[in-house]
């Protein structure tokens, strides 16, 4: 599905004069950053939408004449940078006409809410007013405001227009996970563009600080919490948190435009990974351990992690691993993926438009 961006558009796309009217060329002036934010944000995959309420428009106080002159202007600048509009919705009311097009009412997307499904979770206003926050509020998704005064109610807030749409472009690579057996019940959150920062609580601690590893040299910012049925033995939660992590890495690239998918490092002689984000699940594991646990985790576990986890994340993955410490060689290969995942969902600067495959999907 579509993930948009609602833009508001004086005071966040173009700067607001004192009299709150950019009714002529010689008052506009383009919001710092904007510009490089809202192509950020194209080449992010999303779709723009403006959404603006222009008091008046259409009276001899606001004539119809002068906005068509100065959002014409708008409009070709933007364009001239790679950035379009799929709709722009304005309402012309003045606020004591009490219509239902005007923000933060949703007059206005009624038409196109009924034509178009779109990601609400993934979607966002972004604008400068207390109505923009309210607007995404009542249309279930979230929000980021330009303001220098922080808003508790926006999902974020900055002055600062380039930043407020870098956040909206990491932020649609995230996802969030439940998953809930007669066995198990985990939850985990997941940031591809994130540093590697990771919180992780599985009960079984070695599982914990593999999972780390793979979150630390994927950067992949990684929440798990974990409850699993380990009175009976550990088999039920690390399969389970291993298809959990693959679907919400899956979930987190959406349509995959853009990133490199194939990744195959090696990491210092010991283990071997192949790893390409087809969309296809298949796992190859070739290694041999010595011992029945590390730690507490079983090591034939291992194995079962990995194949839930291509399972999930709907990867081919191989992994070949030698060495004679079988913790080693166990970090070794989660750190392996990890390094692998890291390759394989940046995104390719040449290609951020494109889905890896002549397929046209992944």
């Known amino acids: 599905m579509k993930k948009i961006v609602f833009v508001?558009?004086?005071g966040t796309i173009v700067l607001e004069p004192r009299?709150?009217?950019?009714?002529?060329?010689e008052k506009l002036e383009f919001v710092p950053g904007i510009i490089s934010g809202l192509k950020l944000l194209v080449e992010s995959g999303y779709t723009?939408?403006?959404?603006?309420?222009q008091d008046g428009l259409g009276s001899k106080?606001?004539?119809?004449?002068?906005?068509?002159?100065?959002?014409?202007?708008?409009?070709?600048?933007?364009?001239?940078?790679?950035i379009q509009f799929e709709s722009i919705l304005i309402c012309p009311h003045m606020p004591n006409a009490r219509c239902e097009c005007r923000k933060p009412k949703l007059g206005l997307l009624?038409?196109?809410?009924?034509?178009?499904?779109?990601d609400r979770e993934r979607s966002f206003v972004l604008g400068d007013r207390g109505t923009d926050i309210q607007f995404a509020h009542n249309l279930g998704v979230q929000s980021v405001l330009l303001s220098r005064s922080v808003s508790k109610d926006a999902t974020y807030t900055t002055t600062s227009a380039f930043d407020a749409c870098e956040y909206i472009?990491?932020?649609?690579?995230?996802?969030?996970?439940?998953?809930?057996?007669?066995?198990?019940?985990?939850?985990?959150?997941?940031?591809?563009?994130?540093?590697?920062?990771?919180k992780v609580s599985t009960g079984i601690g070695f599982f914990d600080h593999m999972l780390a590893q793979l979150a630390k040299h994927s950067g992949i910012d990684t929440t798990i919490q974990a409850r699993g049925d380990l009175a009976v033995d550990e088999h039920h939660t690390v399969e389970d948190v291993g298809i959990a992590l693959g679907t919400a890495i899956r979930d987190a690239l959406g349509d995959k435009r853009g990133i490199e998918r194939f990744a195959a490092p090696l990491d210092e002689a010991l283990a071997t990974v192949a790893l390409d984000l087809s969309g296809r699940s298949y796992l190859s594991f070739k290694c041999e351990f010595n011992r029945e646990y590390v730690g507490k985790l079983p090591t034939e576990l291992v194995e079962d992690f990995f194949h839930a986890f291509a399972d999930g994340l709907k990867a081919t993955l191989h992994i070949e691993c030698r060495g004679r410490n079988d913790h080693h060689k166990i970090e070794a290969m989660f750190k392996a993926v990890g390094r692998a995942l890291k390759a394989a969902v940046a995104v390719d600067p040449r290609a951020s438009r494109n889905v890896p495959s002549t397929k046209g999907l992944l």
């Open 8 to 10: 508001d558009r004086d």
């Open 19 to 25: 009299d709150e009217q950019v009714d002529s060329l």
């Open 48 to 53: 723009l939408i403006m959404v603006s309420n």
């Open 61 to 82: 106080r606001y004539p119809m004449k002068s906005f068509k002159t100065v959002q014409k202007k708008i409009l070709e600048l933007l364009e001239g940078e790679g």
């Open 110 to 118: 009624m038409k196109y809410a009924k034509s178009t499904s779109f």
């Open 169 to 198: 472009g990491k932020s649609s690579r995230s996802a969030h996970v439940e998953r809930k057996t007669g066995e198990t019940e985990i939850v985990i959150d997941v940031l591809i563009d994130g540093s590697g920062i990771f």
